[in-house]
């Protein structure tokens, strides 16, 4: 570590490269004599019997009523980042697997060295970046939620390794990580990373698509690391569609058919393992019966609402690749499978909601391999228990505003979609939780207003529930705002994630830890998906179309490695601009139902917006 103060002549700092070495207090007593004598700090011998403390002084003079700013920079460079400490439950090699940033430095002095000329030009683009945000037409509380939950990326709950590879843990623990393997089920929710940093969006589909498959298609849940350690040879059901999707949303935002050509065949058996016999969609109808862990760290047995919107918007996804990749019969195959499966979901519809149909499996029978991960409590799957049954459950859509991010519109038709979502603000939002009962993790309490996991508002709740049905999870909550956002319902999507805020306000919590399984949770990224929501941008590559809502103002874009703002006139007069990241080719720009399309694809520009009139069409 290093520790340098910037801007002051060399005569006006003292440094103190040891404490003296001594009991009862004295090192604190002989710096405070010493720094009172004269406001300067004398030298001492290093001291080999303790641990190292340093002191670094500026002396300044300080005029009455004025204010003198002094910059502090401390600096690190630890290159021995080791792998995960557990997998499958036991200990991980130690191997050594480094840190990217360590690569670009040669010490911490080397940081502090470069970073400091550099300090002016990186305020001003953070403060850049976050007044695109701020002082744009996005209601105040939604630009404060998705800034605020940007942290997981900068906390230790993110990290690069020596080779460039992105990897996350779930959150933060006060010592270490939180579960480990960059978790396909928890990450899948991340609504951030692909916008701001798409090079990183897409190491992680590389690493689950070419480090985690298996031949048979199979996506381990937790990614191992080192590459070579014992793998987590489990998948879950959501996350693995959750790959699958992501997979076409990142691919939509870059265009590189040569990333399509070498992840294609990876994500293509990923989505074949789904039919394998005796797993989670054996008799191949588009809905999913067999044993399905999933989030909530249980196995669902039967069709549910949760698990089933993400395999749809995966069936979507893998046709649209399918087609990209020219594998039309495929993509025919996964179109057939959606719309049976759409079908046969909207048939458990009850009116306002989707329950689960428990099916148990047979006495004695046991999924493939891999496909039931936890089965806590002597769980039989033949009598299963940790069941949804027939409740009203949070993640009913949870997949439909990255279907929608990724031009798959809302997967079980917009008039239906919007009734679930209402069903579940009536059933499982309480404006307050003075009545509620929750035995397990607190996130919100008293008067404080939040959405459960789930409910059972006409009775039927299994005797033991999946373990989680009494809390309130932001990351759940952010992603059910954005589907009210993207239905329509903006006033019901606004208000959950005002409650969300009020929850984690600075006087009772944490406004930039939206805390689950640990501090700075991988989850609480899913808040930067109602950004997208409200503006309805979407941008594909491959097509050059860029789509916003016809909302008029000054907005904020992002597409993962471009930026910028677009502005929308009473009068029809919209002009993009590009403020940074790499130029934008488009050929049509669509603002609500107006478009224009271009004659041939144009280039956007640093410092050279397209303007364009959509009243003239």
């Not at 605020?148 to 080779?163: E, G, I, W, Y």
């Not at 069903?423 to 309490?445: E, F, Q, S």
């Not at 941008?537 to 789509?547: E, K, L, R, S, V």
Request: net charge positive; hydrophobic share 40%.
């Amino acid at each position: 570590m290093a520790l340098a103060v910037v801007g002051l002549p060399a005569a006006r700092v003292t440094r103190r490269h040891a404490w003296t070495h001594g009991k009862w207090g004295w090192p604190a007593q002989d710096f405070f004599e010493d720094f009172l004598e004269d406001g300067r700090l004398d030298s001492r011998p290093a001291n080999s019997a303790g641990p190292t403390v340093g002191s670094l002084c500026a002396d300044l003079l300080l005029p009455p009523r004025g204010v003198r700013t002094v910059t502090f920079l401390l600096g690190w460079h630890f290159p021995n980042r080791r792998g995960w400490s557990s997998v499958n439950g036991e200990d991980g090699p130690p191997e050594i697997v480094g840190n990217y940033y360590a690569t670009r430095f040669s010490d911490a002095w080397d940081v502090i060295a470069r970073a400091a000329p550099r300090l002016a030009a990186l305020e001003r683009k953070t403060v850049e970046f976050v007044r695109s945000v701020v002082e744009s037409d996005l209601p105040p509380i939604l630009s404060e939620s998705a800034l605020a939950n940007l942290v997981p990326l900068r906390s230790q709950t993110s990290f690069r390794t020596a080779d460039g590879k992105f990897y996350g843990w779930e959150g933060c623990g006060d010592h270490e990580g939180k579960s480990p393997g960059s978790c396909t089920h928890v990450w899948l929710y991340d609504g951030a990373t692909h916008r701001l940093f798409g090079s990183l969006a897409r190491s992680m589909r590389e690493t689950e698509l070419l480090d985690c498959t298996r031949d048979d298609g199979l996506i381990f849940m937790r990614c191992p690391l080192p590459r070579k350690a014992p793998a987590w040879t489990a998948a879950a059901a959501d996350g693995q569609c959750g790959v699958i999707l992501r997979f076409l949303r990142e691919y939509r935002a870059c265009g590189n058919r040569a990333w399509l050509a070498r992840l294609w065949p990876r994500a293509r058996a990923a989505m074949e393992f789904c039919w394998i016999p005796g797993g989670w969609d054996a008799d191949r109808d588009g809905l999913m019966e067999g044993p399905q862990h999933n989030t909530m760290d249980v196995e669902y047995c039967g069709p549910n609402p949760q698990v089933a919107s993400w395999y749809l918007a995966a069936l979507l996804a893998a046709a649209e690749l399918a087609r990209a990749a020219a594998d039309p019969a495929f993509a025919a195959e996964c179109e057939r499978l959606y719309a049976s499966g759409r079908t046969r979901l909207n048939a458990l519809f009850n009116g306002e909601f989707y329950p689960q149909k428990v099916v148990p499996l047979a006495p004695g029978a046991r999924p493939p391999a891999g496909l039931s991960n936890l089965v806590p409590d002597g769980n039989d799957l033949a009598n299963p228990i940790f069941q949804l049954g027939p409740a009203c459950s949070i993640d009913q859509l949870a997949a439909l505003p990255y279907a929608c991010e990724s031009g798959l519109g809302d997967l079980v038709g917009a008039a239906r979609a919007r009734v679930v979502l209402r069903g579940i603000l009536r059933h499982n939002r309480r404006p307050n939780l003075r009545h509620h009962l929750n035995l397990r993790r607190t996130m919100a309490l008293g008067e404080e207003a939040g959405v459960l996991l789930a409910t059972w508002p006409h009775g039927g709740r299994p005797q033991r529930p999946f373990p989680y049905a009494t809390e309130c999870w932001t990351g759940c909550e952010h992603l059910l705002a954005a589907a009210l956002l993207w239905c329509g319902l903006e006033k019901e999507g606004l208000r959950v994630i005002g409650d969300i805020r009020a929850r984690h306000a600075g006087h009772n919590r944490n406004p930039f830890n939206e805390y689950e399984a640990g501090s700075h949770y991988a989850r609480t990224l899913s808040a930067w998906a109602t950004l997208a929501a409200y503006t309805r941008h979407t941008y594909n590559a491959q097509t050059g179309d860029f789509t916003v809502a016809g909302r008029p103002g000054n907005y904020p874009w992002f597409t993962g490695d471009s930026y910028g703002r677009y502005t929308l006139s009473p009068r029809g007069k919209f002009t993009l601009h590009l403020d940074g990241g790499t130029p934008l080719t488009i050929s049509l720009i669509t603002a609500g139902e107006r478009r224009h399309r271009f004659r041939s694809q144009v280039t956007l520009r640093r410092a050279r917006p397209i303007a364009v009139n959509l009243r003239e069409l």
